[in-house]
């Protein structure tokens, strides 16, 4: 059974960072394509980041490039995405998902998900 557990959210104020992890069991996070999205109240969930099994190629949305830095431990089976310079708009639930499509960036292409963790931004 595979199972997808985000950590890390929390409440930061404007400016912080904060650091999510995705620890990954019934699958092996080097063999899939891992991506992070978020979902704000009222709005779509969206793709933030994403890395391919390889680690050769990352994906960022525009409104995170250059804040957010998605990585991947395969000795611990985890992946995480650490966010600096954070605002208010980064306010969402972050959730953790698994695709076999290489370079998938679209919400249909990931067969696994997690069941989120909240982040919120103060100002």
């Known amino acids: 059974q595979v199972q997808l557990v985000e950590s890390g959210g929390g409440l930061v104020q404007a400016g912080g960072s904060l650091r999510l992890s995705c620890a990954a069991s019934?699958?092996?996070?080097?063999?899939?394509?891992m991506g992070w999205f978020r979902q704000a109240p009222a709005k779509e969930r969206e793709i933030v980041a994403r890395i391919t099994w390889s680690g050769g190629n990352t994906y960022y949305s525009n409104s995170v490039k250059g804040r957010f830095t998605i990585s991947r431990d395969n000795a611990k089976n985890t992946v995480y995405l650490e966010m600096n310079s954070l605002g208010p708009e980064d306010t969402a639930v972050f959730y953790c998902?698994?695709?076999?499509?290489?370079?998938?960036?679209?919400?249909?292409?990931?067969?696994?998900w997690g069941q989120g963790t909240q982040v919120t931004v103060s100002s």
């Open positions: 019934g699958l092996t996070v080097s063999s899939y394509t």
């Open positions: 998902a698994a695709s076999r499509s290489n370079l998938a960036t679209t919400r249909a292409s990931y067969n696994y």
